[in-house]
């Protein structure tokens, strides 16, 4: 798919989604990235060349506007097992509604235009906006628990914490993502008695019991500004659910969605369930 309309909700300008080749384009990705991310110099994520490379190779490298202006990028590659899967490396946009959800669409067709059928890409599992976007209005679901997956990183998103991440995985054809592609988010309900593995008392992190088949994992409202404010809590926020939710994701157990946007849903069996749909995608 070369270009995806999007509406916002709400109303505003049309998100209009295209892939780009042209350099004049990927060092408007450049410069949009470090707007984004602000690296400090000599540590940017990608250069022009890459994107450039990629671009031609025929991986992904996307961008969103409105009116004209680029307002969010997406770069991804082809990535194993061959012909399945599609990995997401970055997505950015400037605040605005609808953008990311836009890429994310695009990003979809392009795979299945190419016979793709999954995409993955990772995620910072403390910060729950992205949970809530990720799990609930796109309907992936974390996979595996990386812990300091990029190393030291300097900008202005992952100073001063460690660089722990999920790996999501998107299964495009899933009737879950099916019908997160159309606007109806899916909800996940708290089984009959889940009960805390993590919870938030006062701003710290609270371990409870892991021994039960359906368990609440509890993050931080805010974990952006709460570095900002105490990193101490910060910190025991990092090492409390790398401890909780990578403990459970090694031993087998399965995300099975994000609660109000507060707490993962962990089960330990596979439980075959429908889901619910809300209107609004975005």
Not at 129 to 150: D, I, M, Q, T
Not at 171 to 176: G, V, W
Not at 206 to 226: F, H, K, R, S
Request: include cysteine; aromatic fraction near 6%.
């Amino acid at each position: 798919m070369r270009v995806l309309l999007v509406r916002p909700p709400g109303g505003g300008a049309v998100i209009e989604v295209r892939e780009l080749y042209e350099l004049e384009d990927l060092y408007e990705v450049y410069r949009l990235i470090d707007a984004i991310w602000h690296p400090d110099p000599g540590a940017e994520p990608v250069q022009v060349e890459l994107l450039r490379a990629l671009s031609h190779a025929g991986n992904y490298v996307a961008g969103a506007y409105q009116d004209g202006r680029l307002v969010g990028m997406s770069i991804a590659f082809l990535a194993a097992p061959p012909g399945v899967s599609l990995h997401s490396h970055m997505t950015g946009a400037r605040a605005g509604r609808g953008i990311g959800m836009a890429l994310k669409l695009h990003q979809r067709r392009w795979a299945l235009d190419r016979g793709l059928s999954r995409i993955t890409w990772t995620y910072d599992p403390l910060v729950s906006r992205n949970a809530h976007f990720n799990l609930v209005k796109l309907g992936a679901r974390p996979v595996e628990y990386l812990a300091s997956f990029y190393g030291a990183m300097d900008d202005s998103i992952n100073s001063g914490d460690e660089t722990d991440r999920v790996l999501a995985a998107w299964p495009l054809a899933d009737p879950r993502v099916v019908a997160a592609a159309a606007g109806r988010a899916v909800q996940a309900g708290v089984p009959a008695g889940a009960v805390a593995a993590l919870s938030d008392h006062d701003g710290r992190p609270v371990p409870g019991t892991t021994n039960a088949p359906a368990l609440l994992v509890a993050v931080p409202q805010d974990i952006e500004g709460l570095r900002r404010r105490d990193p101490e809590a910060a910190r025991a926020w990092r090492v409390a659910l790398r401890d909780v939710l990578g403990g459970l994701l090694d031993e087998g157990a399965r995300v099975t969605g994000f609660h109000r946007r507060s707490c993962y849903v962990v089960e330990r069996e596979p439980i075959e369930r429908g889901f619910n749909h809300a209107k609004g995608s975005s």
